[in-house]
Structure formats: structure tokens, C-alpha cells
């Protein structure tokens, strides 16, 4: 089994509304000759504004857009080869940014089902992946319900149990926290944690706020459908300039390090978080006070 | 005399039914003619359908609502007028963009107001000219609009009818953060020109606190927190508690407090706590920090 889940190699992709009445139009590519690899057991967040073409690189992972250039390969499995969709489902599955929009069932536990019964898995391990899912995402008290009585983050973690019960190795999650109240995001952003961590599953997380992309392994920046920045949480924010050009801010917690920094308090570099923030800050004192 | 008013308004859902909810629970607030106030809470916390009886949407199940201290439910007329004087912008607006044209959606309220032609063509262009829209999407079908446009045609049909109340809910949500700057940028521009009173609703705290002047926070249906910015955000503790996000900065300093710190709690913003931080750093080593 190769090292890598998903690879890229020169990807071109472009949207073209003109292709119906047969005139292509020259569109502005959403995603410009990309290449990457994610390897298996990664948590990759990919930030950019909108329209960058991140949303774009999501679909091709597993073939709901094919590349126009290029070749994207999915758990070892070409893209483009329409032969191999559903192993390329079963390798790669999405979570989108609507939780209104991807659920199909009237219960709970049916709409987790939907996955592998497509699948053609056997009725019992259905029944046993079904609880095993919702449990994983804190739910199974719940496999009973409506789910329009559920609220948005809740309905965001059932359809995040459809694709575990799909035994997927990889999740690629577009934007899932966007519509999401405070504690909404909370409990996505620690059931995503969860998968990766304890699951092993590999995670590309698309999304454009900076505090959950210093909680992956990987930042990738995406502008004008090219990638222009790929590197540990640290690396990526360090480069501060660049970011502020796309139009991304640097997580709040990092902008006030620097400031205090430049006053002349003694805070080490790359501090991204609340906590670590606090921590240099009381660090500081504690020095400055002895 | 303030331009809107509640009394003990409560509304219930499902009443008389197992499902009974109340949904908000003996709210009475008064809204300034001209002031921006921000009303937080999370989802489920009854702001939305609060301001759904500010305009007449919703009938209470006890208590008033008064537009310039009449009761908006004396008779059909002061219903109508109610529709008229506050405009209320749902959350994802541009789910309910409808019409052939950017233009022709925008002038649907103006048009129910049985305006003149030509009045209404004064709105329409002042509206799409406070939301940024340019002059030649106006002809576009909505549906041919990215994202962030739908959204700035669907509050511009809002601002159209130049309401004295303008109510938005949720009006960032979903964006990303340029697409956030955008929204908050023009609804202060149009405050800050037409003076009129604007109520914005948010789980974003930031959001409310780059505009708002006086802020209500709702929890569990009722009325948790009332005051300036100020007040309010010096309870960053509580807030959390609420399931409510507090700026990155209000976190750190909660953080140095509970580490036994000297420092204030009231801090929300990255100027407030780098003067804080200046203070207690010259304070403690006799003027280490320049």
C-alpha cells in the first residue's frame, strides 16, 4: 500500500459555463497545475478565501470533479478511471459545508446507514457499523431522532458518522464548521480531532478560520487556484506577509504576540494559540519578577 | 422616547402540544431611535425569534411589542406599518433571491410599498450603491451572483425599503473573513449615512464588538446580560460559559487572571491588552519593557 492516500500531479481543473452550447470559454482555472501528496494518518487543514479553489481540490479528491490536466490518485486508485468510483469512494468520503443539504434519511441511524448499504455491505455489520459511527461521534443516543430536530453541530457529527460507517480511510471535510454557532464548531472541531487521533484516519480539513487550522497537522494555503504556502502549523503563520496579501488573517493570539513583541516583552516565536500565548505571557512575568 | 419596545413578550412553540417550547420568556427591551445594539446568543437561545416580533412576524403569546409606543397588534394597519418601518434580513438570505434580476429582486419591498417608479429606481440604485454592487449586475439573474454577491443583493433588498429599523440576522455567516470585512464595512457606512437604528445578531462577538454600541445577550430564552460593550464583554467568563466565543485576547487574559496575574478582565480587544500587559510589565520590573 502506497504511503501516500491522495496524490495530485499537474491538476488543472476549470469551471466553464459556456461548454454546453459546445464554445469553451477560456475560465480562469480554479485549480492550477497542483500537485501534492497527502500522506496515509495525516490531519491537513487547506486554508484560503473564498474562491481560491480550495472547495475545487476537495471535489477532486475523490472523483466528484475529474482533473482536465493532470492525474489525481486516490488510495492508489486513478481518478479518471470511472471503473474504479466506488473504490475511490470507499477510499476518500466528504463531509460538505450544509448539514440541511446531506442528509437523506427521516432517522438518524438510517441516514448513517445510507453509506454502506450503497456499498452492498451485509445487513448485520451495517447494524454493527451504524452504532460503532455513532458512538465514535457521541451520538448514539441520538440514532433514534428526527434528524431536522437536531442542531446544526449535532446534524454536522451524524453526517460525519455516514462516512465512518463507510470505513473510509481518508475524510475530506469542506468547510463543515461554516454554519455552525460557537459550540457547533466546538464539538465538530473535537470529533475531527477524535478520527484522526484515535482512528488513524487521515483528515483534510478545507476551512478558512485560522484557529482550527493551528489545531492540524499540515497547513496548505490556496490562492487564485494554486498552492502558495504548505508547511507545519508554525511555518505557515510565520509567514505573515503573504498571508495578510491573500486576504487570510494570522490567528488572533499570534497578531497580539507580535505586538507585545514589539513592545519589548520577551515572548518567543510562533505562538498561535490562546494557551501558548498565556503561557510566554506568565513565563515573562514570572521571569521579570524574579 | 425609544423607537421600539417589548413588554414581558413571551412566545411559545407547539403550545399545548408534548413539544411545548418556550422560546423566549418575559423579554422586555428598549431600542433607541439610532443606536446600533448587537444581540448575542447561541442557536436555541430565542434571539431569532425575538426579532421576529419586532416587525409583526411572530404574535406574542403574552406581552406588547410598541413602534413608537404603540402596540403593533392594535389593529391591521399598525401590523402593516410595523412590516413597513422595520425590515428584517434572515439568516442566508440569498436562499429567498427569487426574480429574473438583480434589480428586480432588490425593488420587491419598495414595489409592495406601492412606491412610484421612479422612487423606486432611487432606492434600488442607493441600496445596491451601499451594499457595492455594480451598476451591471443589476441585469443579472441573482442566481448567476457568487456567493458573497447573493448575500449583498439579498440585504440590499432589505435596505431598498429604507426601513427605520433595520435588522440583520446573522448577516456573516458562512463567509469568509474578507467576505465578513465587506458586510460589516457597508452596514456601518449605511448607519453612519442614514442614521438609521440597526440591530445586528450575532454569535460572533467580534462582530458585535467592531459596531455595536449597547449589546443584549440571550441565554436559554431570556435576557442574560444587558449594557455597553463594555460591560458586557468585562464578563468574558460567563460568556464562555454560554457556549458564546469572546475574542482570542479576552481568553488569554481570563487565562493570566486565573493564574493569579494582577490584570483586568474587561479586555477585548488586542490595543486594551497590550496596554494592560505595558502596565503590569513597567509595574513589575521597574520599567523593563520599553
Known amino acids: 500500500m502506497s ?21 469553451p470559454i477560456d475560465a480562469d482555472p480554479a485549480v492550477s497545475n497542483i500537485s501534492l501528496a497527502i500522506k496515509r494518518g495525516e490531519f491537513v487543514a487547506v486554508l484560503g478565501h473564498n474562491g481560491s479553489g480550495k472547495s475545487t481540490l476537495a471535489k477532486l479528491c ?43 434519511a427521516t432517522v438518524v441511524e438510517d441516514d448513517v446507514a445510507f453509506g454502506p448499504e450503497n456499498l452492498g455491505v451485509e445487513p448485520l455489520e451495517i447494524r454493527k457499523r451504524v452504532d ?83 489545531q492540524a497537522g499540515r497547513v496548505i494555503v490556496m490562492d487564485e487556484g494554486r498552492i502558495i504556502l504548505d508547511g507545519t502549523p508554525k511555518e505557515v503563520f510565520a509567514r505573515k506577509e503573504t498571508l495578510r496579501g491573500t486576504g487570510l488573517d494570522i490567528p488572533q493570539a499570534a497578531a497580539f504576540a507580535d505586538r507585545l513583541r514589539a513592545d519589548g516583552i520577551p515572548l518567543p516565536d510562533g505562538i498561535l494559540t490562546a494557551e501558548e500565548c498565556a503561557d510566554a505571557i506568565a513565563y515573562a512575568y514570572a521571569y521579570a519578577n524574579n | 422616547m425609544s423607537i421600539l419596545k417589548t413588554t414581558n413578550l413571551t412566545h411559545l412553540y407547539g403550545q399545548k402540544t408534548l413539544f411545548e417550547v418556550t422560546a423566549v420568556k418575559n423579554i422586555s427591551i428598549e431600542i433607541e431611535e439610532g443606536e446600533f445594539l448587537g444581540v448575542i446568543g447561541h442557536t436555541g437561545s430565542g434571539k431569532s ?63 409592495n410599498m406601492g ?36 448575500r449583498r443583493a439579498a440585504i440590499a433588498g432589505v435596505m431598498a425599503m429604507e426601513p427605520r429599523v433595520l435588522i440583520l440576522d446573522e448577516p456573516t455567516a458562512g463567509l469568509d473573513p474578507r467576505g465578513r470585512d465587506t458586510v460589516l464595512g457597508f452596514v456601518k457606512e449605511y448607519r453612519q449615512e442614514t442614521g438609521g437604528t440597526v440591530v445586528l445578531v450575532s454569535h460572533s462577538m467580534d462582530d458585535i464588538a467592531r459596531l455595536a454600541t449597547r449589546a443584549v445577550v440571550m441565554n436559554r430564552s431570556e435576557i442574560a446580560m444587558a449594557g455597553t460593550v463594555d460591560e458586557i464583554f468585562s ?8 457556549g458564546l466565543n469572546v475574542p482570542q485576547v479576552t481568553r488569554i487574559f481570563l487565562d493570566l487572571r486565573g493564574r493569579g496575574l494582577p490584570v483586568s478582565a474587561s479586555v477585548y480587544t488586542n490595543e486594551q491588552g497590550e496596554k494592560e500587559l505595558l502596565r503590569l510589565f513597567q509595574k513589575g520590573n521597574g520599567g523593563g519593557a520599553q
Open chain 2, 235 to 242: 464578563r468574558g467568563g460567563e460568556l464562555l460559559e454560554m
Open chain 1, 62 to 104: 475523490n472523483a466528484i470533479l475529474t482533473p482536465q490536466g493532470g492525474a489525481v490518485m486516490s488510495g492508489g486508485f486513478d481518478t479518471a478511471d470511472e471503473s474504479r468510483v466506488l473504490d475511490i469512494r470507499r477510499t476518500v468520503g466528504m463531509v460538505f459545508q450544509n448539514p440541511d443539504n446531506q442528509i437523506v
Open chain 2, 115 to 150: 412606491l412610484a417608479e421612479d422612487e423606486i429606481d432611487r432606492r434600488v440604485q442607493r441600496a445596491a450603491r451601499f451594499v457595492g454592487l455594480r451598476e451591471e449586475l443589476l441585469s443579472k439573474s441573482p442566481f448567476d451572483l457568487s456567493g458573497g454577491e447573493k
Open chain 1, 132 to 214: 460503532e459511527a455513532l458512538t465514535a461521534v457521541g451520538m448514539y443516543g441520538f440514532r433514534l431522532y428526527e434528524p431536522h430536530k437536531l442542531s446544526g453541530g449535532q446534524k454536522q457529527r451524524v453526517a460525519i458518522a455516514g462516512v465512518i460507517a463507510m470505513r473510509t480511510d481518508c475524510i475530506v471535510l469542506d468547510e463543515p464548521t461554516a454554519m455552525l454557532d460557537p459550540r457547533g464548531r466546538l464539538e465538530v472541531m473535537d470529533i475531527i480531532k477524535k478520527l484522526n487521533r484515535e482512528l488513524g484516519i487521515t483528515v483534510v480539513l478545507i476551512t478558512h478560520f485560522m484557529d482550527e487550522a493551528v
Open chain 1, 3 to 23: 504511503e501516500n492516500i491522495i496524490e495530485f500531479k499537474n491538476v488543472t481543473y476549470a469551471y466553464d459555463n459556456a461548454a454546453e452550447d459546445g464554445n
Open chain 2, 49 to 111: 425569534t425575538l426579532i421576529q416580533h419586532f416587525n409583526g412576524l411572530l404574535k406574542p403569546d403574552s406581552g406588547n411589542v410598541y413602534l413608537d409606543g404603540r402596540d403593533i397588534w392594535e389593529s391591521k394597519e399598525s401590523v402593516r406599518k410595523a412590516r413597513f418601518a422595520v425590515g428584517l434580513c434572515f439568516q442566508y438570505p440569498e436562499y429567498q433571491l427569487f426574480e429574473e434580476t438583480v434589480y428586480r429582486d432588490i425593488s420587491f419591498g419598495p414595489k
